[in-house]
């Protein structure tokens, strides 16, 4: 009963499948949704739907529609700087709708198990395309599992207004190498490396620092090459309670090195119901080419305006749930979110706030049958 319930705990944290399961036919909805204090909301429907067609292989697609509202986008700029000029703006629809479907495929042998698929994202300015494939072999009567997974994107960009790109595409690949060991009926642990390179026109074409003696549109390099390394623990306290303790370090070319902290508190709170909570923290130092804002030139080769390339730290509380109803098949999940920023000079250039703050979170309900 442990050992099911850390394998099943351990399901909502890592990338990889660590313990085999039988592939099963199943169907889900989910919901997605994002507001922040910078005038950006996201709502994003999810629906999947797996079917196996032998024992050891199941096919799959997923359709994800993101619909988006942001100033930056309506206005193809700085919501800090045009909202001076335009004012309020009226209610309006969606500025952007992203429709982004996966289709995939598994192979689950019990000891081996092979994952491969495509995925395609279109939205008005710009087009995703990627490959991805997992592999995850199974050892020591199934207590211990490596795992390897590759993907590789080719994204374009086409900005709503006419701009000359240094080049409009942009590419990334990342490799991601796993090690999971139970090392107890009640404990299990995870290592995972991930290596990352990106290549093209790897910032906003929309971006832009403006000053009253200084205009220049962001640029950056068009090479980056990121290493992050993670450790994953569940620990199962007692028959109803477990937490889930993760560490990611992560450093780039860039000179970005970052710290990221999450812990997850779950209880059964009953046979059918768990509830939990979750605190994440992250900080993360300036890539190298940054400046203070006001001390950027014209002569300067790179000018950055995008706060995630300054320095900055953010907090994320939440509270989640997982709801099963015996028999049916059916399972609702969900999470509520709360996040905020440290105060930080790039966010208020842009935004004009001071930090970002903003709820998230999902509800979804799968059907396996």
Known sequence: MQVRKLFGILGLLLPFKAIASSLEDKAGVSFDFYADNTDVQVYSPTFSFFKTLTKKFLIGVKMRIDAISAASIRKGGSPALTDAVTGATAKRTFDDVRYAPTLLGVYDDGDNSFTFGVYYSTERDYTGRSVFANYVRQLNLQNTAVGVGFSQSFDRWDPVFKRNLPRNDRKERKIDLSFTQLLSPTAMVQFVYSNVYSEGFLGSPYHYLLRKDFARFETLPEKRQGHAFAVKLVKLINEPTSVNLSYRYYTD??????????????????????????????????ANFTKRLSDYTLTDRYVAVDYRLSKFSSNTVGLLFIKSFGLSG?????????????????????????????WFGSLSIDYTF
Not at 255 to 284: E, N, P, W
Not at 346 to 354: A, E, H, P, S, V
Request: proline share 0%; charged share 25%.
């Open 253 to 286: 070319d860039w000179g970005i090195k970052s710290h990221t902290g999450d812990v997850k508190l779950l209880r059964d709170i009953t046979d059918t119901f768990t509830a939990g909570v979750r605190f994440r923290c992250y900080t993360q130092t300036k």
């Open 330 to 358: 059916v399972k609702l999940k969900g999470a509520v979110n709360y996040y905020q920023t440290s105060s930080n000079e790039y966010i208020r250039n842009w935004y004009g706030k001071d930090r970002i703050s903003a």
